[in-house]
Nanobody, 122 residues
């Protein structure tokens, strides 16, 4: 059973940066992704990567500001976020699919972390 645990959220001023981490344990996955959910909104895709790093994809709002990366030795996924705006305020989740594949839809992900709150003040 794959287990995911996020960390690194917090409160930051607009224009600031945060790095989120997601520690994976209990098994291997072919890919992993980051999603976020703001109050009153649906969960949305942020970024995803294959575990070998051969393929990555970003939501349009994340391109040029966010970077997804992974440390294979530590089985840890990261999300580096720069130039944050109040619109980035949300709970951020890391996730992994149960099977093989690379996905951007939350419906394809079967393993989820507990989420970490990111709040950006104006």
């Amino acid at each position: 059973q794959v287990q995911l645990a996020e960390s690194g959220g917090g409160l930051v001023q607009a224009g600031g940066s945060l790095r989120l981490s997601c520690a994976r344990s209990g098994g291997r996955t072919s890919s992993m992704g980051w999603f976020r959910q703001a109050p009153g909104k649906e969960r949305e895709f942020v970024a995803a990567t294959t575990w070998d790093g051969g393929l990555t994809k970003y939501a349009d709002f994340a391109k040029g500001r966010f970077t997804i990366a992974r440390d294979i030795a530590k089985s840890t996924l990261y999300l580096e976020m720069n130039a944050l705006t109040p619109e980035d305020t949300a709970v951020y989740y890391c996730a992994a699919p149960r099977g093989l594949g690379f996905f951007t839809s939350a419906a394809n992900y079967g393993y989820w972390g507990q989420g970490t709150q990111v709040s950006v003040s104006s």
